[in-house]
């Protein structure tokens, strides 16, 4: 019953994680530290202003605003060429590369 109780807490939390991303509105200040952390991370595959001159990783400004676990799921888990980052990234970086990437680079707040 311990083993069952330790699941149910487990499974929870992983369900709350992803659900916090849910948000479609974003704030500047939000925007502005994913674009920082979005810049450090990010910008080697998909380019500046999410503008990359490739075509081996997805144009980032056409992420469906309204599917934000996609996102959390693609990031945090990887997606084609793309590599896990849930190593890397906390849960809260991650909300905050949600924020600059959704709000289409702080153009839509």
């Given at each position: 019953?311990?083993?069952?109780?330790?699941?149910?807490?487990?499974?929870?939390?992983?369900?709350a994680?992803p659900?916090?991303?849910?948000?479609?509105?974003?704030?500047?200040?939000d925007?502005?530290q994913?674009?920082?952390l979005?810049?450090r991370?990010?910008?080697?595959?998909?380019?500046?202003?999410m503008?990359?001159?490739?075509?081996?990783?997805?144009?980032?400004?056409?992420?469906p605003?309204?599917?934000?676990?996609?996102?959390f799921?693609?990031?945090?888990?990887?997606?084609?060429?793309?590599p896990?980052w849930?190593?890397?990234l906390t849960q809260?970086q991650i909300?905050?590369?949600?924020?600059?990437?959704?709000?289409?680079?702080g153009?839509e707040?």
């Open positions: 019953m311990k083993l069952r109780g330790i699941f149910m807490i487990l499974a929870a939390g992983a369900i994680a659900a916090a991303l849910s948000q479609t509105t974003f704030n500047a200040k925007a502005e994913g674009r920082e979005y810049l991370t990010c910008r080697g595959c998909h380019g500046v202003n503008v990359n001159g490739g075509t081996t990783s997805y144009d980032l400004r056409k992420f605003v309204d599917d934000p676990q996609r996102f799921n693609a990031v945090s888990n990887g997606k084609n060429n793309m896990a849930k190593d890397a809260d909300k905050l590369l949600w924020a600059y990437v959704g709000s289409r680079g153009k707040l």
